[in-house]
């Protein structure tokens, strides 16, 4: 392989968050004309370094040079202007403006500066997505209108029609086809010949080894790998990305379980455009079992939990719990019932930031303070206070606002409050998102002596290390469906791989098959 | 983990003085426009007068006290202005022509009795704006802007525009005591200020101390968490909004009782200085922060400042724009409030992790 230029360098880079260290003294280099593959876990801090590539953040420390030259971007529209374009995972696009206008916000080709030249950026428009094989989509369409694919496609043009000679793509293909992929693919080949460096991100291994000609993996905010894609395999990356030296995860005592506490049969949620977002899922969990789900994002495992959670009216399927029919469609019912869930969005789904810690704790669960409609309030505020000794979180005041805490605390919060609904069942979502290794291990301790006390226990992770070490059986979710099911004792992460990613294009597949043990 | 440790600025005593100033400032204002007033006007101090203006006051801060709720929810009910209108109507016909059950027969109620049915009234009103936003999602805004219309045109429709005079009701039908809602007095008090003591701290009880006050919060703060801890939204929306209708059916009984007369276009406006007077008192226009006594002490300052302009002389025109200046200056000292208090709170946090 040629040697290609480097276009843009980071040194000795660290980001410090409130709480947590995300990126610890990193070293990057980006090669122009060729695709650098950036890989790493949930929270490894690959979207941190290209945050700060883009200009969205800033280093704590270290420098960060384009083409030689010292940069430190203070905003997007520095990137930008410097030719550095990104497509963020959650799209950024207006669904009620057309295509067109999509593509040209913020910087509308105009005429003296206050009639939009439409034709100018319809004519543009047609261009670019000629370029991207794209030209059946109309310039006028509403983005809305558009499936994610092909609003993703928008977003790459976005990019592409600024002149962008660095292009960042975070996780592109996690919405889109196989045959889309393929046309993606093109596009990054088409892209690389004109010279444009990409950087690349993705949790599906395969599709890096296909695409990638340079790799960096990333492990706890830190580099431990970083070198051209020739003679590299799925294992080599997953070695790098999970590392020898494990985290620190409480060894299970061996435990009899008891009698089934949870079950799941023929779970269904249609999605808008037809299909199933689950198909058709049946799960059950033991006493003082856990049960990791394991998956890709939009595999569709969170919809499963709000489905038990009877988030979703239109979703089918029968649930057990202790064997009983649950019959409640509200989600009070269902809290009644024994089940609880631990969101994977806390600022979103599990907190109420502008409410104070103790009022967090006790709100699923206020009727154990309330005789008729007087709440006694010593005694939630001493209930609370339990909690916060149970679980050791870190507090100044019960009164304080529960968005200043940080991450760890906070998602201790929320496992109190599920907890104090005394659940027999505790659904959890992503527990260790967004919080440092300190307190995921001490998560991780808290969910083993729950199930010691008799409960059941099912998450969902997209980490493989976790689900490997953590649980005592795994699911492996795609595409809505269930494609696998291990014991923990086993599995190897390659079968997980392999599981979670059921070939949606066959050249993948060959990939796995000569990389399989 | 600490090798880029931030230096953590101490500052709290000062801090700390500051903030509670800022959280007192409707009291203190209130304070101050009493003080200014009190030496300014002459008689302001006297009994006579301070009955007058708490009179005055009352009728806003009851339905500011509904606006508080549904605020807090993050709502808005812009129809109480014309539930008043309607409710003194209904009061009105129910005085002078009873109910007409057909068979030509009239049913005629006591003043009780025409006092329960317009509540009633007023949280049916309350229970459809309700409905509309949470079954059939329409936004707060529209359904109460809707309500608004329908409430003040059916208002209008009832007399064919014309005031209903002279409730002065008839002892035989036990209905002669209409006057005493607006008029009477228990203990040397007026039995409105009374009304206003009740629903208030009713109001206070419920917010602070019952589970339905928490869950108001909790929905105001964050829906979608507040749905996922199993607090059932609609109901509370529902509540908060029937809540409000009573409160302007109750504002609706004493306005007609007081002028013993109901007219159409009573309460016109009246949203907005209810939404004004919980503004001032720190309620959150996004939802989930606010307090009832703050919303009273809200409808005190507006009320005393607008009286005592009066007393003063000032011209009207000066008052509106007086009051409006007030308003956003509340607002903009409680952006201040907020900055500090984050700022205090992440201080105490810090030195925690220490």
């Known amino acids: ?70 940069v430190r971007f203070t905003n997007k529209n520095q990137a930008e202007a410097a030719g550095i374009g990104i497509v963020f995972q959650e799209l950024n696009l207006f669904p009620n403006l057309s295509v067109a206008e999509n593509i040209f916000i913020g910087r509308e080709r105009t005429r003296g500066g206050i009639d939009i030249d439409r034709a100018y950026q319809r004519d543009e428009t047609r261009k670019l997505l000629k370029r991207l094989e794209h030209d059946d989509i109309d310039p006028g369409t509403p983005v809305g ?123 269904t949620l249609p999605r808008p455009g037809g299909g199933y977002t689950v198909d058709h899922v049946s799960m059950g969990v033991r006493r003082g079992e856990i049960l990791g789900v394991y998956g890709l ?221 | 983990m600490n090798s880029a440790s931030v230096t953590k600025p101490k500052e709290s005593g000062s801090g700390a003085l500051l903030l509670l100033l800022l959280k007192a400032r409707t009291f203190i204002a209130l304070i101050l426009v009493f003080a200014f007033f009190a030496f300014a006007v002459p008689n302001f101090l006297s009994g006579a007068n301070m009955i007058i203006m708490s009179k005055h006051v009352a009728l806003n801060a009851l339905l500011a006290i509904g606006m508080t709720f549904v605020i807090i929810t993050g709502g808005i009910d812009l129809s109480v202005g014309s539930i008043v209108g309607l409710c003194g109507m209904v009061a009105g016909w129910l005085i002078l022509n009873g109910m007409d059950i057909g068979l030509g027969w009239t049913m005629q109620f006591s003043t009780i009795e025409i006092m329960l049915i317009v509540m009633f009234v007023g949280t049916f009103i309350g229970l459809i704006n309700g409905l509309l936003i949470t079954k059939l999602n329409v936004a707060p805004f529209i359904a109460t802007l809707g309500m608004l219309y329908v409430a003040r045109g059916t208002a209008l429709l009832s007399s064919d525009g ?44 419920v917010a602070n101390r019952t589970p339905l006050g928490r869950h108001i919060y909790a929905v105001g703060g964050n829906e979608r968490g507040a749905a996922l801890s199993g607090v059932k939204v609609d109901r509370v929306k529902i509540a908060v909004y029937m809540f409000s209708g009573f409160c302007a059916a109750l504002v609706g009984l004493i306005i007609s009782s007081q002028l013993v007369a109901s007219h159409p276009a009573t309460g016109n406006m009246f949203e907005l200085n209810a939404i004004a007077a919980a503004v001032l008192g720190g309620t959150s226009m996004s939802g989930g922060r606010g307090k009832i006594a703050g919303t009273i002490i809200g409808a005190f300052v507006i009320g005393i400042l607008s009286d005592g302009l009066v007393m003063m002389g000032v011209s009207a025109f000066w008052q509106t724009v007086i009051k409006g200046l007030v308003i956003i200056a509340a607002v903009v000292v409680d952006q201040a409030q907020q900055k500090l208090q984050a700022r205090v709170v992440l201080q105490q946090q810090a030195a925690l992790n220490d």
């Open chain 1, 1 to 70: 392989m040629e040697p290609h230029e480097i276009g843009l360098t980071i040194r000795k880079g660290v980001k410090v968050y409130p709480g947590t260290l995300a990126l610890k003294n990193v070293d990057f280099d980006l090669h122009m004309g060729a695709v650098n593959v950036l890989v790493g876990e949930n929270g490894a801090g690959k979207s941190t370094m290209m945050k700060i590539v883009a200009g969205v953040e800033t280093l704590t420390l270290g420098e960060m040079e384009l083409f030689g030259h010292p």
């Open chain 1, 145 to 267: 209108d558009l499936r994610i694919g092909q609003q993703q496609i928008i977003e790459i043009a976005k990019s592409l029609a600024q002149n962008t000679r660095i292009l960042i793509l975070d996780e592109p293909t996690s919405a889109l086809s196989a045959a889309e992929v393929d046309i993606l693919f093109r596009v990054i080949r088409d892209l690389k010949a004109d010279g444009v460096g990409i950087v690349y991100i993705s949790h599906r291994l395969e599709e890096l080894v296909r695409i990638g000609d340079y790799i960096t993996v990333l492990r706890d905010g830190a580099v431990t790998g970083a070198r051209s894609m020739e003679g590299i395999d799925v294992a080599w990356i997953v070695r790098n990305m999970i590392g020898g030296a494990s985290k620190d995860f409480p060894k299970t005592d061996v435990l009899e379980f008891g009698p089934e506490v949870f079950r799941a049969e023929d779970v």
């Open chain 1, 297 to 517: 994002m939009g595999a569709g495992r969170s919809e499963f939990f709000e489905c038990v959670m009877g988030q979703h009216p239109h979703c089918g399927g029968r649930f057990f719990v202790e064997g009983k029919p649950v019959k409640e469609r509200t989600v009070a019912g269902r809290i009644g019932r024994g089940l609880a869930l631990i969101p994977e969005n806390r600022k979103q789904d599990g907190l109420i930031e502008i409410l104070s810690i103790r009022e967090n704790i006790t709100l699923s669960s206020l009727k154990d303070f309330t005789r008729f409609f007087h709440m006694n309030l010593a005694a939630e505020a001493r209930a609370a206070a339990e909690y916060v000794r149970e679980l050791s979180i870190k507090i100044a005041s019960l009164e304080n606002p529960v968005s200043s805490l940080s991450g760890g605390n906070q998602q201790k919060v929320v496992v109190s409050k599920a907890l104090m609904t005394r659940p027999k069942v505790l659904l959890m979502d992503e527990p260790s998102r967004g919080i440092d290794i300190g307190a995921k291990a001490e998560m991780f301790r808290t969910m083993r002596k729950l199930t010691a006390e008799g409960l059941g226990i099912v998450f969902i992770t997209s980490d493989l290390e976790e689900v490997m070490a953590l649980s005592d059986r795994i699911l492996v979710m795609a595409d809505g469906r269930i494609t696998g099911e291990f014991d923990a004792g086993t599995v190897t992460s390659e079968q997980l791989v392999a599981a979670s990613s059921p070939g949606k294009s066959k050249a993948r597949k060959d990939i796995l098959e000569e990389t399989a043990p």
């Open chain 2, 162 to 205: 014309q005031t209903f005079p002279n409730l002065n009701g008839n002892p035989d039908y036990g209905n002669n005591t209409f006057y005493l809602i607006g008029a009477g007095t228990l203990l040397g008090v007026p039995i409105m200020i009374w009304m206003l003591v009740v629903v208030g701290c009713s109001a206070a009880y």
